[in-house]
């Protein structure tokens, strides 16, 4: 069976902390792909990175960075000198090379950055 | 491009009624998703329309749920009875290429629905 774990439900931090947020997965697919959305409080789901399963270098895009290991099937997302206006909903994502190629998502991690 | 385009962006009805809801995908995108997002938990894909033609329609609740794309392009979803436990945010996507299972999808602001 095809999951995706966020285990962390809210955090909050202060202001240019950096923070990290959780996703694992299980998959017995050796081929699919990854992905971050960001849910912001208007609603739509924003695509932010994907990262296919055989590509395990990690990504960094301006203050964001993602860590995608397959031997503890996580793939992480690292906010640097976070911002207020990255309070949002980010929802980590699976998409299987197989099947009918539809997204499954995990339960969200609400991030709350506080001035 | 203009992106996904939903209406409306908020209903309340009470249980029993029927209701609908229109998405308009971004022009040319041949895939077209509705998602089910309940308070607190992540989407979970209720049909998948590739043109006109339904791909996945595994997790839709055929009783009272049903769905169509006619033309290719724009899609309704409707529920009728409605139950209280239908209370989420009916979201619409749609992604580019067709079938591809590496693409991005792009989401439109979704419909929350009440039901009282």
């Known amino acids: 069976a095809q999951k995706v774990t966020q285990a962390q439900t809210e955090i909050s931090v202060v202001e240019k902390e950096d923070v990290t947020l959780d996703c694992v997965y299980e998959?017995?697919?050796?081929?699919?792909?990854l992905f971050w959305y960001k849910q912001p409080p208007s609603g739509e789901l924003v695509f932010l990175i994907r990262r296919n399963s055989f590509d395990e270098q990690n990504e960094i895009s301006g203050r964001y960075s993602w860590n995608f290991q397959k031997s503890t099937s996580s793939f992480n997302f690292t906010i640097t000198a976070s911002q207020v206006v990255d309070s949002a909903v980010y929802f980590c994502?699976?998409?299987?090379?197989?099947?009918?190629?539809?997204?499954?998502f995990g339960t969200g991690t609400r991030l709350k950055v506080l001035a | 491009e203009a992106g996904v385009a939903q209406s409306p962006r908020y209903k309340i009805i009470e249980k029993r009624q029927s209701v609908a809801f229109w998405c308009n995908p971004i022009s040319g995108h041949a895939t077209l998703y509705w998602y089910q997002q309940i308070l607190g938990q992540g989407p979970k894909l209720l049909i998948q329309?590739?043109?006109?033609?339904?791909?996945?329609d595994s997790q839709l609740p055929k009783d009272r749920f049903s769905a169509e794309r006619l033309k290719g392009v724009d899609s309704t979803l409707k529920i009728q009875p409605a139950k209280l436990e239908d209370s989420a945010v009916y979201l619409c996507a749609s992604t580019r290429d067709r079938g591809r299972w590496d693409t991005e999808a792009f989401f439109g602001q979704g419909t929350r629905l009440t039901v009282v």
């Open positions: 994502a699976l998409s299987l090379a197989s099947g009918t190629y539809k997204y499954i």
């Open positions: 329309f590739q043109n006109n033609g339904v791909v996945d």
């Open positions: 998959t017995r697919d050796t081929t699919y792909y």
